[in-house]
């Protein structure tokens, strides 16, 4: 705990023209203490307001001066109060001076806790610093600057300033905007400062810190390039997945009236054996097996410690190769950076000169790295340039996973100039695609890029300690929907969308979309649904993409159906469809009506050979398919029929053509003999002749 | 695993006729090229997808085994097996020891010979459908794996019988194909003799123009499986009250001292946060996606048709848009186990002679929350100006990366010793091999390579630039007394010394040493190199034990 530990002066402008953005800040900060309620509760926090009406701080007391500066709250260990003092922050009247203010912050801190608990104490500033600051009495404004920056540097005091700018700014001065600017860089050049600007409200609630977590190095030891040279390096976490907090299960066994009554669940684990399942296994009786395809192998802790791979801690470079084989899509998991062995001048200027030649060259560096001596596996990534931009931090490099052959998943697509011409984009569509890429810009020149990771809190996240610290006073509160500055992350921006409708427009007017009404929306489909509440310029963007795991098959066209300009082919080709055994059946008697057809309206006997010819290709289908009852029946209900219309002459035409029944030596299935077949025809001549 | 329920069934031909035993100039036949081949991706398979069911059929062979009987064809099977089946550790082994025992009990005969009617291509065909017969096609790849090195099956026979022969073969190829029963074949051809596929084979598996089936060995991703023998019951015990009960539906945080409960339903409503499961937010330039802007693998992105007819128009137009202006696409993507923000990165089509490398579609890159971002390059503040490598220096780094320059760098080059080596071992159990086998770890350095001249003259250059001249005898110095243990050293010098004040026999024989501070007795733990951690009777019980009393 004690390692985590920090302790926070909030410095906040409420001056007139920070009144816009405070909602904002109230959300931050109280989000902040609720955060420290749950992770960090033994953190203290105090307040101090400027651009407030009255005066009320210790300073002002002993020395005079530090008008309109308010200690709201004096540090202490956080609580509920706080989260409510912080939710509701009177407004000022006045414009502040943020020097003042900061240095009544700085202060309340080395009153307190002198020079202990040094990088653990932290001023948070936030301000818009659209007025000057007052003149000092000696000396100037930067004199007065520097020496505050060296009392907290002497004090381990860390300072983040946060600077709001753009559209809540109102028209100031730019003279004055741009002296508080240079103040306050001096801060960062000259103690443990960061300054950042933001211009929206979404990326106030990303840019302070609202959790503390104190970076722990993974690796310290030696770069190694080679045998003969050799650097010194930390290496910490650069991203990390703040995860959602895992919430505990829940009793309710507990009788109302205990008041200690921890609600918590254990959890039990049994382990049955598979031949009597009501056997419960003990765990010296277990043993950890692998599976190797449906065998489970057995394998106990002490063989395979024998047996498996074993690691020496070491980074060591593998080589250099050019920036461009490793593709961005490859980088596996959370980021690690490389520092030089802090204070190492040596190290510093290696590590500088290779993240500049890399940069240079448009170079990468390819490590494998055990972390930890003994570590289960080995990790290959790859070391990228990190170029600082400030004075006093040293250069660095950035290091990503790289996946293993076995990682690597490599599946097959089609060429987009495969695809069918209906799908290719024409010269019209593809002119207001670049449009819409083009016009729907997120970092616009001169202007805060919008949702830079960096400044993006996680809305979840947000939204559920919020409802945490609501439920805290009405456990019945229902969830909220969504705040309005954090539905700028998950939906589109629609000042962006209005001020660009007519790109949309015309992008959405060229391209034609339409659901398919026949397939039914399955898990695996990610069809992005109309918001129910949204307005129609949204409406542009429709994209069903198909994650996809396997290659999608273009179809072949299938035939379903004998037509009438080329009825043999048709036949033959459902004739050997496979996908279904009904194809078969019907395609003899598709046909068979076919046939039927021909002879009934053949007036004159000239579409007989057609007939004939398709007859044949049904009895061969039928031979070759196994069906000869199929066609031996067609044939008889040909003979018997004939009689009618002009069946008769057919018949005649057939006994000639020799097309007789299938028999058994055709087909084993047929119960007709070879006699019966031969005399298929010669027992229907007196019949024809009785006619 | 995936979401994917599919299955690959998958059916290796194999063909082991007479010029196939002919020794290729590299001293291996193309039966044991085959066998190699087929041995090689069961292994693979066994370890990532063993679900995956697999037979092997032989054809042209003397013996016959099969369901129908049919001649020239040869079902490989071992027991406790059915024809098509999940891979066991006993197929492996057997299909390792197959080329000894091949001749005598399976032979080897070439089948389709004038005169007869036999049709050893068409039965294998006939066979291999009948084994992939179970399971729909709709839920599962099915694939026949064709391997031979006979470019003309039916080249020694003329006339109407060739004829026929080809198109009954034909039929029966397209009958398997009509099941949704995927043919790749696999030519084998020999240095002299280029396999050639217009003869026969191109309208066996339906190619068109000049593709070839390529052989790609795909992978998952790593997974570790065990798994204790038999079910495992799980059961919930209150805390309070020690009654067991059915899984609780109410979680709860602990919170200002208050126990706050939230249900499912509520905790899946706050991570609800998107209608929408992509929602597209804009678009920024490649610039602005940093190096550290990753958490997690990325995903694939390739248009379908299928729910909305006119999307993989729009997805191409958009796609070439951003390919050309250097532009990704910033999207919300609402998963509900992490809704966050995606960076959607176009990936042009990657061609090599080797066939796609890169199919053509975008990366969904997971990028991260600030919440998730450290700021730890500026944990170390230097007071004034972070040295900076001058220009020579970085010369001369520049310099040695020219010299250590690995040309074809594939990021997929390594396969994961660790994942090698724990298979090789459960193989060698799995198969009651004697001898632990020996895995190459290929993710050493190239000591050979770094050990060159060239190479170390370039190194020392640097070094000599970066670290200057006495480095060697500084550092040798600075490691003795670094800081730390400088500070230790002192620590432990002054506790010897505060030790000896004490007459530590006489205190612990009469039980005195109780009556000492735990800052006192902390000095002879230090002076005696013993932990100084624990409670106070601790430490006095650590005194007395290494007293030997």
């Not at chain 2, 042209?60 to 406790?80: A, C, Y």
């Not at chain 2, 992939?132 to 003329?158: C, H, M, V, Y």
């Not at chain 2, 909305?308 to 997805?315: L, Y």
Request: aromatic letters at 8%.
């Amino acid at each position: 705990m004690a390692r985590n530990r920090e302790i926070l002066v909030l410095v906040l402008d409420v001056g007139p023209s920070m009144h816009s953005i405070l909602p904002e800040v109230e959300k931050v900060c109280s989000m902040l203490v609720e955060k420290k309620l749950l992770y960090n509760k033994y953190d203290e926090v105090g307040i101090v307001l400027f651009g407030t009406e009255d005066t009320k701080n210790e300073l002002t007391e002993e020395v005079g001066g530090y008008q309109h500066v308010v200690v709201l709250q004096k540090m202490k260990v956080v609580d509920g109060d706080l989260v409510d003092v912080l939710k509701h922050i009177p407004r000022g009247t006045v414009s502040g001076d943020f020097l003042d203010a900061i240095i009544v912050g700085m202060d309340m801190l080395i009153k307190k806790f002198g020079e202990t608990e040094r990088g653990k104490k932290r001023l948070c500033l936030v301000t818009d610093a659209l007025f000057p600051i007052k003149e000092p009495y000696e000396g100037t404004k930067e004199d007065q600057v520097t020496t505050i920056a060296q009392q907290m540097t002497k004090h381990g005091i860390r300072m983040d300033s946060v600077v709001v700018r753009g559209r809540f700014g109102q028209d100031a001065i730019e003279k004055t905007m741009n002296e508080n600017d240079l103040l306050l860089n001096i801060f960062s050049r000259k103690t443990n400062a960061k300054m950042v600007y933001v211009e929206s409200p979404t990326s106030l609630l990303g840019a302070i810190r609202t959790r503390s977590i104190a970076p722990v190095t993974i690796f310290r030891g030696d770069l190694e390039i080679s045998s003969v040279i050799k650097i010194k390096v930390w290496v910490y976490k650069k991203t990390s997945e703040e995860k959602f907090p895992t919430l505990k299960r829940y009793s309710d066994k507990a009788p109302l009236t205990d008041k200690f009554a921890t609600h918590e669940v254990k959890v039990d684990y049994e382990y049955k054996s598979a031949e009597e399942p009501s056997k419960v296994v003990p765990p010296e009786l277990r043993i950890k097996g692998y599976r190797y395809g449906p065998q489970v192998v057995p394998i106990s802790t002490a063989e395979w410690d024998a047996v498996k791979f074993k690691t020496e801690k070491s980074v060591k470079l593998l080589g250099f190769t050019n920036a461009f084989h490793i593709m961005r899509h490859y980088y596996m998991k959370d980021v690690n950076v490389f520092i030089a062995e802090p204070g190492n001048k040596r190290s510093i200027v290696a590590v500088s000169a290779l993240a500049r030649a890399m940069k240079e060259m448009d170079k990468v560096a390819i490590v494998r790295c055990v972390w930890r001596q003994g570590q289960g596996s080995v990790v290959v990534g790859v070391l990228t340039p990190n170029i600082s931009e400030k004075d006093g931090i040293a250069d660095s490099l950035f290091f990503n996973v790289l996946p293993f052959a076995e990682d690597v998943r490599e599946f097959q697509f089609p060429s987009f100039s495969n695809l069918p011409a209906l799908m290719q984009p024409s010269e019209e569509q593809q002119e207001a695609a670049d449009d819409f890429v083009k016009m729907l810009d997120l970092a616009p020149d001169g202007r805060e890029e919008i949702l830079q990771p960096d400044f993006t809190p996680n809305p979840v996240l947000e939204r559920f300690y919020r409802h945490l610290e609501v439920k805290s006073k009405d456990p019945d509160a229902a969830v909220p929907p969504l705040d309005g500055t954090l539905q700028k992350i998950t939906e589109p921006d629609p000042d962006l969308f209005s001020q660009n409708q007519s790109v949309i427009n015309t992008f959405h007017k060229r391209f034609e979309l339409k659901e398919n009404p026949k397939l039914k929306k399955s898990r695996r489909h990610y069809l992005r649904e109309k918001a129910s509440g949204s307005s129609d310029k949204e409406d542009n963007e429709e994209i069903s993409a198909q994650i996809v795991e396997s290659v999608a098959n273009m179809p072949t066209v299938k035939v379903e159906k004998i037509g009438d300009t080329t009825p043999l082919e048709d036949f033959e080709a459902m004739m050997s469809r496979r996908d279904s055994p009904e194809w078969i059946s019907k395609a003899i008697s598709g046909m068979m009506s076919k046939i039927f057809d021909l002879i009934k309206n053949s007036s004159d006997g000239h579409s007989y050979t057609k007939a004939i010819e398709y007859l044949r290709a049904l009895r061969k289908g039928c031979i070759i398919e196994q069906e000869p009852k199929q066609f031996n029946d067609f044939l008889r209900h040909l003979r018997n029929f004939y009689p009618e219309k002009n069946l008769h002459t057919f018949c005649e035409f057939l006994a000639s053509q020799q097309i007789s029944l299938i028999s058994k030596e055709e087909a084993a299935d047929s119960e007709v003999g070879d006699d019966e077949a031969r005399r298929f025809w010669v027992k229907m001549e007196p019949k024809s002749e009785q006619v | 695993m995936d979401l994917d329920p599919d299955e690959v069934f998958r059916d290796d031909d194999d063909d082991p006729d007479n010029p196939f035993f002919q020794e290729d100039k590299k001293e291996e036949t193309h039966f044991q090229v085959a066998l190699s081949c087929i041995s090689q991706s069961l292994k693979t398979q066994i370890i990532n997808r063993s679900y995956d069911e697999v037979a092997i059929c032989f054809f042209n062979t003397r013996e016959k085994k099969n369901l129908q009987d049919l001649n020239g064809v040869f079902v490989l099977n071992v027991p406790e097996r059915e024809d098509l089946d999940r891979p066991t550790a006993r197929l492996l082994k057997t299909i390792d020891g197959i080329e000894e025992v091949f001749m005598k009990e399976i032979g080897s005969q070439y089948g389709i010979v004038s005169g007869s009617r036999e049709n050893a291509l068409y039965n294998a065909l006939w066979a291999a459908q009948a084994l992939l017969r179970k399971g729909s096609a709709k839920t599962l790849d099915k694939r026949i794996l064709l391997f031979t090195n006979e470019d003309d099956p039916f080249g020694s026979i003329k006339g109407a019988t060739k004829f026929d022969l080809i198109r009954t073969t034909l039929q029966r190829a397209k009958d398997a194909q009509d099941l949704g029963i995927s043919i790749e074949l696999f030519p084998l051809s020999c240095p002299n003799e280029q396999f050639n596929l217009s003869l026969f084979y191109a309208d066996l598996v339906g190619l068109e123009g000049g593709d070839l089936v390529q052989y790609l060995p795909s992978a998952g991703d790593r997974f570790f499986m065990f798994q204790y023998e038999g079910p495992t019951e799980r059961s919930f015990i209150c805390a309070d009250t020690g009654a067991l009960f059915l899984e609780p539906s109410k979680r709860f945080q602990l919170y200002k001292n208050q126990v706050i409960k939230f249900s499912g339903e509520e905790l899946s409503e706050i991570k609800r946060v998107s209608a929408g499961h992509l929602q597209l937010l804009g678009f920024k330039p490649l610039s602005c996606l940093k190096d550290y802007h990753n958490l997690r693998p990325s995903t694939f992105l390739y248009p379908s048709d299928e729910g909305m007819s006119g999307s993989t128009c729009i997805f191409i137009a958009l796609h070439r848009s951003m390919v050309k202006l250097n532009r990704f696409a910033v999207a919300f993507f609402g998963s509900p186990s992490r809704p966050q923000l995606v960076a959607l990165v176009a990936q042009d089509e990657i061609i090599t002679a080797a066939g796609q490398v890169e199919p053509p579609g975008m990366n969904m890159l997971y990028l991260p929350y600030a919440d998730d971002i450290r700021h730890v390059e500026e944990l170390h503040p230097n007071p004034d100006i972070a040295p900076r490598a001058t220009d020579d220096q970085v010369k001369k780094a520049a310099a040695l990366m020219k010299r250590i320059d690995l040309k074809d760098f594939s990021v997929c080059q390594f396969a994961n010793p660790a994942l090698q080596r724990h298979y090789a071992v459960l193989q060698a159990l799995a198969l009651e091999e004697d001898e632990m086998p020996e895995v190459n770890d290929e993710t050493v350095p190239d000591e050979e390579g770094m050990a060159r001249p060239g190479v170390v003259k370039t190194l020392e250059e640097f070094k000599l630039s970066v670290y200057g001249e006495n480095y060697e005898e500084e550092e040798a110095g600075k490691g003795k007394v670094s800081e730390v243990s400088k500070k230790r050293k002192a620590i432990s010098e002054t506790a010897s010394q505060k030790c000896k004040e004490y007459d530590w026999a006489d205190l612990a024989d009469n039980g005195k040493l109780k009556e000492l501070s735990v800052v006192e007795l902390k000095y002879y733990l230090t002076a005696h190199d013993l932990p100084v951690s624990g409670k106070k009777e601790a430490l006095i019980s650590r005194i007395l034990s290494h007293m030997g009393k």
